[in-house]
C-alpha cells in the first residue's frame, strides 16, 4: 500500500511537473515569435525616431539662437564704428 502511494505521487508529480514545464515552454516561444520581436523592435525605432527629431530640433533652436546673437554683436559693433 505504500509502495502504491509514493507511486502514484510520483506520478503526480511528474505530470505536474511536466504540464508547468511544458506551459513556460509555449509562453517564452510566444515571448520569441518574430511578430512579436518585430512589434517589439518597432516600437523601439519608433521611440528613436522620436530622439532623433527632438535632438535635431534641438540643435536647429541652438542654430537659431547663436545666429541672432552674432547677428546683434555685429550690429552693435557697426553702431559703434559709426559713433
Known amino acids: 500500500m505504500r509502495r ?3 507511486l502514484a505521487a510520483g506520478v503526480g508529480a511528474g505530470v ?3 504540464v508547468l514545464t511544458s ?3 509555449r509562453r517564452q516561444a510566444e515571448r520569441m515569435a518574430p511578430a512579436r ?3 517589439r523592435a ?3 525605432l519608433v521611440e528613436l525616431g522620436k530622439l532623433v527629431a527632438e535632438s535635431l530640433e534641438e540643435g536647429r533652436r541652438a542654430m537659431r539662437e547663436a545666429e541672432e546673437e552674432a547677428r546683434r554683436r555685429l550690429e552693435e559693433e557697426r553702431q559703434a564704428a559709426r559713433g
Open 37 to 39: 520581436l518585430a512589434r
Open 4 to 6: 502504491l502511494f509514493w
Open 16 to 18: 505536474a511537473g511536466a
Open 42 to 44: 518597432g516600437g523601439g
Open 23 to 25: 506551459r513556460w515552454a
